[in-house]
């Protein structure tokens, strides 16, 4: 069982910063990829990054490529989700999400196959 908690939402104006990080609890976090969805009224819940367990697998959604930096501490069962010129566009609840225990490597997964979900943060983005 893993237990996640989200924190570092909150209201922003576009073009800030806002650093989401997730918390997990075990002592096999280091067993698990990780990732951040994020979901509007109305709308499915949508992939916006991930990190396998050993951090050599990473991928972003082409809406926050290159703008929002996914990286974990498996020392300190954390994950983390710089989100980095920030738009109106990016408001949503965001989650995180564990996939595992995973033995060997795998590379990230984009859907929603995930085993643990935390339960959200918002993020508003003003115009």
């Known amino acids: 069982q893993v237990q996640l908690v989200e924190s570092g939402g909150g209201l922003v104006q576009a073009g800030g910063s806002l650093r989401l990080s997730c918390a997990a609890s075990g002592r096999t976090f280091s067993s698990y990829d990780m990732g951040w969805f994020r979901q509007t009224p109305g709308k499915e819940r949508e992939f916006v990054a991930g990190?396998?367990?050993?951090?050599?697998?990473?991928d972003y959604a082409d809406s926050v490529k290159g703008r929002s930096p996914i990286s974990r501490d498996n020392g300190k069962n954390t994950v983390s989700l710089e989100m980095n010129s920030l738009k109106p566009e990016d408001t949503a609840v965001y989650y995180c999400?564990?996939?595992?225990?995973?033995?060997?490597?795998?590379?990230?997964?984009?859907?929603?196959?995930?085993?643990?979900w935390g339960q959200g943060t918002q993020v508003t983005v003003s115009s």
């Open positions: 999400a564990a996939r595992g225990p995973i033995v060997g490597f795998t590379t990230v997964v984009r859907d929603t196959r995930y085993d643990y």
């Open positions: 990190i396998n367990r050993s951090g050599r697998s990473i």
